[in-house]
């Protein structure tokens, strides 16, 4: 795959043992679209079906090619990454691997603000996915002539995992090539996201498979450039909070100046984001109750 979209629809082979299928899902917060992988010779693991799409399972199935499909794993359960996996799962008989359902993997902070509904978001939560079969963190997926570890990633996601494969790593929505993972409270949680940088980071990854974009060649610069982009977006939050009390919406103003304005609720939703990490880190806080409106003020 190169930094052209392929077509939606073809296998693509990336690598031995590794091929892509691109589901027919563009937009602005999907890219191209969703990254199918088909890892495997004989028998296949499947790294997140996709969107429910008449059109991609046919093209799932006609890059199967007959061939035993053992796991369909999902990175996280948002619209664009699982609601394919029932569907595949009743054509080839494979159980669905996951963390957990929407609303595992969650942290005790976002638990609670998910419970107060102050927080807004759920975009894009596929709130009907249960998994057959919970991966924890640490666990060794066995496939025959590939084996992978999944490592809990939480923080643009709550149930979020990645998979290691030797050197390789599938990252899901939590390390991209083309542009930062959106992380929105309570199903985002910036803390926790900086927590699985840095857990990515100890492992032996030279390269990633992103679920959306082209390959990252270089994936721990990649990596450091996302935790140095998400320290800046700090900086900038914390600057703007010295002139006085401001709401998220104020901040997103001050600080997205050159952003499409269809992308600007996304980016009030990553201030939303890092504010609540400043909350919990002593840096800020909120003027009454944490919510999506509140302002915030320097502590």
């Not at 790294?47 to 796991?71: E, K, N, Q, W, Y």
């Not at 009743?90 to 957990?100: E, M, N, Q, V």
């Not at 985002?188 to 100890?202: E, H, N, Q, V, Y």
Request: glycine content about 8%; some cysteine; proline content about 7%.
């Amino acid at each position: 795959m190169s930094n052209e979209p392929p077509k939606a629809g073809v296998s693509v082979q990336l690598e031995d043992g590794l091929s892509c299928v691109l589901a027919p899902n563009p937009s602005p917060m999907t890219h191209w679209g969703t990254n199918t992988y088909l890892l495997g010779t004989d028998t296949l693991a499947v790294i997140d079906p996709g969107p429910l799409d008449d059109d991609h399972l046919d093209a799932l199935i006609a890059a199967i090619a007959g061939r035993t499909v053992s796991h369909i794993l999902i990175t996280h359960s948002h619209l664009d990454h699982s609601p394919l996996a029932r569907a595949l799962s009743d054509a080839t008989s494979a159980p669905i691997l996951a963390f957990g359902d929407s609303s595992a993997g969650r942290s005790d902070v976002m638990k609670t603000l998910a419970a107060s509904g102050e927080m807004g978001g759920g975009e894009g939560v596929d709130h009907d996915f249960k998994p057959d079969v919970l991966v924890t963190s640490g666990e060794v997926i066995d496939g025959g002539d590939w084996h992978l570890t999944a490592l809990h990633t939480p923080g643009h996601f709550g149930n979020h995992l990645s998979f290691l494969w030797g050197n390789a790593a599938f990252t899901g929505d939590h390390m991209m090539g083309w542009a930062s993972s959106l992380v929105s409270p309570p199903d985002g949680d910036l803390t926790d996201f900086m927590a699985s940088c840095a857990a990515l980071a100890k492992t032996a990854m030279t390269r990633a498979y992103s679920a959306h974009g082209a390959p990252i060649q270089d994936a721990q610069s990649r990596l450091a450039d996302l935790v140095a982009h998400r320290l800046g977006r700090e900086a900038e939050i914390l600057a703007a909070l010295s002139f006085g009390a401001a709401t998220p919406a104020d901040l997103t103003a001050r600080i997205y100046h050159d952003t499409p304005k269809p992308l600007l609720p996304m980016a009030q939703r990553n201030v939303l984001a890092h504010l609540v990490d400043l909350t919990q880190r002593k840096k800020a806080a909120p003027v009454g109750p944490l919510s999506a409106t509140a302002q915030f003020v320097l502590t």
